[in-house]
Each structure stands twice: as C-alpha cells, then as structure tokens.
C-alpha cells in the first residue's frame, strides 16, 4: 500500500466548479504540502503545513484553499476551477525537513 | 527571492557518464536535495547536500559548493532506466519548504 495517497488519480471538471483533492498518508509525518507541477515550470508550492492547526500559503496560492483535518489528512480545494489550474497535483509528506515523499499525483483537466 | 538554474535537457549515451548542474540563489541555505521523476510519475529522492563535498551512492553521486552557489549530480553507467527528469531543490533556511527548479529531462540513448 502507498504511504502518501492521493485521490482521485484523474479529474475532469468544469470552469466554475468546486472540487477537492484528497491526500491521506500513513507515514506518521508531521509536515504536509501540496505542489503542482506544469511543463516547463517545475514544482510549484500551493500551501503547506507543518502541524494540524498550522497552515500556510506557497508560492502559488490564489484560487486554492486546504484543510488539515488531521495529522495524516490534507486536502486541496479549488472553489471556483478555470482553465489555467489544468495540472499535475502533488501531495507530499514530511518529517520535519528531511526529505519530501510524494503521492502518486492527480491530472486535473478543467475545460 | 530565489532562483535555481539547471538545463532543461540533455542527452547521454548508455553506459557513458553524465553530470547535472544546478546553480541557486536563495537568501539562505539549509541544504540541497536531487529528485528523480519517471515521466507520470512522482519525484523521488535521490540524495541530499548540507554541507560542502561530494556525497556518493552506488551509480549516483552529489555534489556541493556552497560559496559559488553550485551542485551538480553524476550518473555513471548509465542505463535506459535512467532516462527521467532530474530536480534540483533547495531550503534556503531554517525550516522553509523546499523551492524547486524547472527540472532537467535526461535521455539515454543506445
């Protein structure tokens, strides 16, 4: 079984729609984040937290939102999609600042 | 703000040597990290850099100068499974996230 997990692997939705993206993990880690990646530009923090009740903006927040329901629950909302968040998405887990592990990745594909 | 440099593709002839440079500008530093990303797929890590040298693991080595700002990542004998793309991150301090280059796509060819 995955230690970082992310669901749904494949989105596709609408502009104007709400959707939410699910990362659990089983890692017992305490820091999670979420990243999203497009050709040519890399990986791109969304939000990141390091503790349930901590949460922080990235590099690259506008238009998102994230919930940490729990230590191992850390989820990523778009409220309203459009076009231009058509990405890869990352969920990734953390011991402190050791090395990242990275969730399989959900395509969204916003038409 | 930061910045880190690494090529956008190169291509390596199988069994044959290749080096991956990244260069960063962060207003600190706490540490450099190489990842591997088969395409669709999610990175995974390769090594880690804190301090200045050369850190080496079986066919991959790292390596670090922090005073010019530099790493680069080797692979030897080379094989087709190596053809993915290679990320370069740094942490420049304290406990920050890590911020991402654009990624280096390798192929190796026959």
């Known amino acids: 079984d995955a230690d970082v997990t992310q669901t749904p692997r494949n989105r596709i939705t609408k502009t104007g729609k709400r959707i939410m993206l699910e990362c659990s993990q089983t890692?017992?880690?305490?820091?999670m984040y979420w990243y999203r990646q497009d050709p040519g530009l890399g990986l791109r923090l969304i939000y990141y937290?390091?503790?349930?009740?901590?949460?922080n903006k990235g590099e690259i927040s506008d238009g998102y939102s994230v919930s940490r329901q729990a230590q191992a629950k850390f989820s990523l909302s778009l409220e309203s999609a459009i076009p231009n968040q058509t990405a890869l998405y990352f969920c990734?887990?953390?011991?402190?600042?050791?090395?990242?592990?990275f969730g399989s990745g959900t395509q969204l594909s916003v038409l | 703000g930061q910045n880190i440099d690494q090529p956008t593709e190169m291509t390596a002839t199988e069994g044959a040597i290749v080096q991956i440079n990244c260069t960063y500008q962060?207003?600190?530093?706490?540490?450099l990290f190489w990842y591997q990303q088969h395409a669709g797929e999610a990175p995974t890590f390769l090594s880690y850099?804190?301090?200045?040298g050369l850190e080496e693991k079986g066919r991959f080595s790292s390596f670090l100068s922090r005073s010019k700002g530099y790493s680069y990542l080797l692979l030897k004998e080379l094989q087709m499974k190596d053809s993915a793309s290679y990320l370069c991150?740094?942490?420049?301090?304290?406990?920050?996230?890590?911020?991402f280059g654009k990624g280096t796509r390798l192929s190796v060819i026959a």
């Open positions: 937290s390091f503790d349930v009740k901590d949460i």
């Open positions: 990734a887990t953390s011991r402190g600042g050791e090395k990242l592990f």
């Open positions: 850099n804190v301090l200045d």
């Open positions: 890692k017992g880690h305490d820091r």
């Open positions: 991150a740094v942490r420049d301090q304290g406990n920050t996230p890590l911020v």
């Open positions: 962060t207003s600190g530093f706490n540490g």
